[in-house]
């Protein structure tokens, strides 16, 4: 009995000890060029930037096609430009084309991300223009966003995403449902 209590009192005295014995980093000053303080206590650095994405995944249409639409299967591919404001919010420029129905969708507008390293929530509500060809013609639309992102590197520039997406145009037309991946890199 004597010896598991002595081996864990030589455990907590370690624990206690061990950080006092870590060296201290030479202060940091902020008088100097910027971005010069990184490492040392100074600023961080800067989550601005521009990335460019590649989108896939599956949409489904709520509505049947109208006639003489393009028949497919029911994917998608699109591409996504954002302009970064900082690690918790962007502006998202991006456009799909739906193979089944040949439908066109661009969007713009905001994203917002959960704080979290490497694994991030985000949240967002875009708006522009979905073409239903045959008849239907120009939609306005709206599409809100609902979704988690991973970056895969420690300079936080390879990003891949899973997100869902319902289009929906106003004025008739029909809900499209997009569930996707994505795969980009933040310049």
């Given at each position: 009995?004597?010896?598991?209590?002595?081996l864990c009192g030589a455990l907590a005295l370690l624990a206690v000890a061990a950080p006092l014995t870590a060296s201290a980093q030479e202060r940091g000053r902020t008088d100097g060029p910027e971005e010069s303080e990184y490492g040392k206590g100074g600023y961080g650095d800067n989550r601005r930037g521009v990335s460019l994405q590649f989108?896939?995944?599956?949409?489904?249409?709520s509505q049947e096609n109208p006639r003489g639409a393009p028949e497919g299967p029911p994917l998608f591919v699109g591409a996504t430009v954002s302009l970064w404001g900082d690690d918790w919010y962007r502006l998202d420029v991006s456009g799909a084309y739906v193979f089944d129905g040949g439908r066109f969708i661009g969007n713009v507008g905001p994203t917002f991300r959960t704080w979290g390293w490497p694994l991030a929530f985000t949240l967002g509500l875009k708006a522009g223009a979905m073409v239903i060809p045959e008849g239907e013609g120009l939609r306005f639309?709206?599409?809100p966003q609902l979704g988690a992102e991973l970056f895969l590197d420690?300079?936080?520039?390879?990003l891949m995403g899973l997100h869902y997406s319902p289009d929906i145009p106003?004025?008739?037309g029909g809900v499209t449902n997009r569930l996707f991946m994505n795969v980009g890199y933040r310049f």
């Open positions: 009995m004597k010896r598991p209590v002595t989108d896939w995944g599956a949409a489904i249409n639309a709206l599409s420690r300079r936080d520039r390879v106003i004025g008739g």
